[in-house]
């Protein structure tokens, strides 16, 4: 079983001529062992495939047509989301996607012969808000719960992400240097980001009460997991539109292009490896 994880994890699978015997279940179950291993968005992959596996169902690979994902695609815009609002054609096409992604992986480990929905057409979308204005940032704040307002305002000063800002400790925190020392999830690599005045004053209050060795904790002293439902319904609240936890992190860079910083600094305070992710 660890060989196989091992080999999972590597992208080694060994060659299947007969095709129809490659269930769906299974690779979705080694498609998310490789996404573990490779991907930051291995829990976005996760929901993703969790919806289409309720859909499918544990069928063999090669039934799922260009046309059974087009009649999945009309499906799933009709669906209703928990709170009674209904699917928007984003999630749909990012689930889509997903699937793409899936199969484009099976082609490569030798899985299947071709990919029937590398073409399907995905809804139009509306354009998504890009960053948020100081209004919108004041408003976004006034309406979180009190222990999101401290995270807020740290992805917006620092640029950081979402798992980054759960996953700090107090020991990443350089206060000789003013620095926060962030290490990249895969390889280890520190990434050190300067510390506003506001930053470091929200540390400092929040260092004066905590008794974890993480930042953001839940009362047992445990990593905070996730803010999501916090920060929907902050948004809500606020009324924005198609605010997402990621558009803190947009508008920290376009904050930083207003002041003319150089963008080689603006990717190296974000983290990007490539400039063109940065543009």
Same mark, same amino acid.
């Given at each position: 079983m660890?060989?196989?994880?091992k080999?999972?994890?590597?992208g080694?699978f060994p060659?299947?001529?007969?095709?129809k015997k490659?269930?769906?279940?299974?690779?979705?179950?080694? !498609?998310?062992?490789?996404?573990r %291993?490779?991907?930051?968005?291995?829990?976005r992959?996760?929901?993703?495939i969790k919806? @289409? $596996?309720?859909?499918?169902?544990?069928?063999?690979?090669y039934q799922i047509?260009r046309r059974?994902?087009?009649?999945?695609q =009309?499906w799933?815009?009709d669906?209703? $989301?928990?709170d009674g &609002?209904?699917?928007?054609? %984003?999630?749909?096409?990012?689930e889509?996607? *997903?699937l793409r992604?899936?199969?484009?992986k099976?082609?490569?480990?030798?899985?299947?012969? =071709?990919?029937?929905?590398?073409?399907?057409k995905?809804?139009?979308?509306?354009r998504?808000l890009?960053?948020l204005?100081?209004?919108e940032?004041? $408003?976004?704040?006034?309406?979180?719960?009190?222990?999101l307002?401290?995270i807020i @305002?740290i992805?917006?000063f620092t640029?950081?992400?979402?798992?980054e800002?759960?996953n700090?400790?107090w020991? #990443?925190?350089?206060w000789?240097? *003013?620095?926060?020392?962030?290490?990249?999830t895969?390889t280890n690599?520190?990434?050190?980001i300067?510390? %506003?005045k506001v930053?470091?004053?929200? @540390?400092w209050?929040?260092k004066?009460?905590?008794?974890s060795?993480?930042? !953001?904790? #839940?009362?047992n002293?445990?990593?905070?997991?996730?803010?999501?439902?916090?920060?929907?319904?902050a948004?809500d609240? =606020? *009324?924005?539109? #198609?605010?997402? !936890?990621?558009?803190?992190r947009h508008t920290?860079?376009? &904050?930083?292009?207003? %002041?003319n910083?150089? @963008?080689?600094?603006i990717?190296?305070?974000l983290g990007?490896?490539?400039?063109?992710?940065?543009l």
């Amino acid at each position: 079983m660890a060989q196989r994880q091992k080999e999972i994890a590597e992208g080694k699978f060994p060659i299947i001529k007969d095709y129809k015997k490659v269930l769906f279940f299974d690779i979705c179950h080694e !498609f998310l062992e490789w996404s573990r %291993a490779h991907k930051r968005s291995y829990l976005r992959d996760e929901g993703i495939i969790k919806n @289409l $596996k309720s859909y499918f169902g544990n069928i063999p690979l090669y039934q799922i047509t260009r046309r059974k994902a087009e009649e999945y695609q =009309a499906w799933r815009i009709d669906q209703e $989301k928990k709170d009674g &609002n209904p699917i928007s054609p %984003a999630t749909v096409n990012r689930e889509l996607s *997903g699937l793409r992604r899936l199969i484009n992986k099976s082609l490569e480990w030798g899985k299947v012969s =071709a990919n029937p929905v590398s073409r399907i057409k995905m809804f139009p979308e509306e354009r998504k808000l890009q960053f948020l204005s100081n209004k919108e940032l004041e $408003k976004l704040i006034a309406c979180a719960p009190e222990p999101l307002k401290p995270i807020i @305002l740290i992805a917006v000063f620092t640029g950081m992400r979402r798992g980054e800002i759960l996953n700090l400790r107090w020991a #990443d925190i350089r206060w000789d240097l *003013g620095l926060i020392c962030v290490a990249h999830t895969k390889t280890n690599k520190i990434r050190e980001i300067p510390m %506003a005045k506001v930053v470091k004053d929200i @540390l400092w209050e929040l260092k004066k009460k905590s008794t974890s060795e993480y930042v !953001f904790a #839940d009362k047992n002293g445990n990593r905070l997991k996730t803010v999501r439902s916090w920060f929907d319904k902050a948004v809500d609240k =606020a *009324g924005l539109t #198609d605010c997402t !936890f990621h558009i803190l992190r947009h508008t920290f860079a376009s &904050n930083l292009v207003k %002041a003319n910083i150089n @963008l080689k600094v603006i990717q190296e305070l974000l983290g990007h490896r490539d400039l063109t992710v940065t543009l």
